[in-house]
Nanobody, 115 residues
């Protein structure tokens, strides 16, 4: 089992920045694929950014050039730096781990972008 705890959500004006962090604990495996998903009201959960154990990031088109995912295997954390935020980025953001024995989710953190 893996436990994931997100932090760093909140409210920000359009054009602003937020940094989300996710701390992993429990059965941490170095080959985990780490990622961030989001779910806006009335919409399906969608992937935002993922990073393999080799450090290769993959972003959904709508956040390319604005969001950066990073991972620190020594600290068992994954972060999402979000810049130039737009109202359409408003959603609950979830930390995600994909590994050999399944997938795991954090509890989610709300990000609200509005003026």
């Amino acid at each position: 089992q893996v436990q994931l705890v997100e932090s760093g959500g909140g409210w920000v004006q359009p054009g602003g920045s937020l940094r989300l962090s996710c701390a992993r604990s429990g059965s941490v495996w170095p080959y985990d694929v780490l990622g961030w998903y989001r779910q806006a009201p009335g919409k399906q959960r969608e992937p935002v950014a993922t990073m393999s154990s080799g450090g290769v990031p993959v972003y959904t088109d709508s956040v390319k050039g604005r969001f950066t995912i990073s991972r620190d295997n020594a600290k068992n954390t994954v972060t999402l730096q979000m810049n130039s935020l737009k109202p359409e980025d408003t959603a609950v953001y979830y930390c995600h781990v994909l590994r050999y024995d399944g997938q795991f989710w954090g509890q989610g953190t709300q990000v609200t972008v509005s003026s």
